[in-house]
């Protein structure tokens, strides 16, 4: 049974920073493509960032310079370390593996707001 279990999530005021967790489990991790997803309320869930079992990264262009997507094989998880957070920022955020269409967690809530 694959599960993904996201941690990190919080209240931050504008500027702030936020460390998300997901930690896999049930999954071929060092092989699975990982990413975060997020969706505010009523838009549609978007990729955020992505990482390659290879280590190649991607992300959504509002993210790039402020968002650092990681991962530790060793210990399944992987990482989003989002720094100068904007109130645009709020949303459910999601973990993902195996790109949109395979696995998910729950999700966890970033707001950001002062």
């Known amino acids: 049974q694959v599960q993904l279990v996201e941690s990190g999530g919080g209240l931050v005021q504008p500027g702030g920073s936020l460390r998300l967790s997901c930690a896999a489990s049930g999954i071929s991790f060092s092989s699975a493509a990982m990413g975060w997803y997020r969706q505010a309320p009523g838009k549609q869930r978007e990729l955020v960032a992505a990482i390659t079992s290879g280590g190649g990264t991607n992300y959504v262009d509002s993210a790039k310079g402020r968002f650092t997507i990681s991962r530790d094989n060793a210990k399944k998880t992987v990482s989003l370390q989002m720094n100068s957070l904007k109130p645009d920022d709020t949303a459910v955020y999601y973990c993902?593996?195996?790109?949109?269409?395979?696995?998910w967690g729950q999700g966890t809530q970033v707001t950001v707001s002062s």
């Open positions: 993902n593996a195996g790109g949109p269409g395979r696995y």
